[in-house]
């Protein structure tokens, strides 16, 4: 049995080292989802320059907030332009927490 072992060890392996790369880069996680096709780091596109969202909410507790916020879409935050929603399957949870943790350090 000890072959089944190893086994089922090596992808639990696999995940947890893809997992660990994944919450190290939230920049690639917004490359992946496709956030940087609307956003820049420091200028305005479809969707507002990451240095003005920062600057938006400076000293607020906000994490929460433009969590759903990304999830569910919407305007009126920058302007009439909406943000398209941002589903699970384009980025998960841990990875939009650390995503928004540094645009907000921006
Ligand atoms: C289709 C274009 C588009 C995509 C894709 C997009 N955004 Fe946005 N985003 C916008 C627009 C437009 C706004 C301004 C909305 C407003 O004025 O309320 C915005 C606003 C935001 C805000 C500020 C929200 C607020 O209420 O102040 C955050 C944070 C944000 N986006 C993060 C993200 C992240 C993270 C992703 C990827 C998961 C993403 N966006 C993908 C267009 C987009």
């Given at each position: 049995?000890?072959?089944?072992?190893?086994?089922?060890?090596?992808?639990?392996?696999?995940?947890?080292?893809?997992?660990?790369?994944?919450?190290?880069?939230?920049?690639?996680?917004?490359?992946?989802?496709?956030?940087?096709?609307?956003?820049?780091?420091?200028?305005?596109m479809?969707g507002?320059?990451f240095?003005?969202?920062?600057?938006?909410?400076?000293?607020?507790?906000?994490?929460?907030?433009?969590?759903?916020?990304?999830?569910?879409?919407?305007?009126?935050?920058?302007?009439?332009?909406?943000?398209?929603?941002?589903?699970?399957?384009?980025?998960?949870?841990?990875?939009?927490?650390?995503?928004?943790?540094?645009?907000?350090?921006?």
């Amino acid at each position: 049995m000890k072959r089944s072992l190893s086994l089922t060890a090596l992808p639990l392996t696999a995940l947890m080292l893809a997992f660990g790369a994944q919450a190290a880069a939230p920049e690639e996680a917004m490359n992946k989802a496709g956030c940087m096709a609307c956003h820049a780091k420091d200028k305005k596109m479809v969707g507002p320059a990451f240095k003005d969202i920062a600057a938006k909410y400076k000293g607020q507790e906000v994490i929460a907030k433009l969590m759903e916020k990304v999830r569910k879409g919407g305007a009126g935050a920058f302007g009439p332009v909406p943000m398209a929603p941002n589903g699970a399957d384009k980025i998960n949870d841990a990875d939009l927490k650390a995503a928004i943790e540094l645009i907000l350090k921006t």
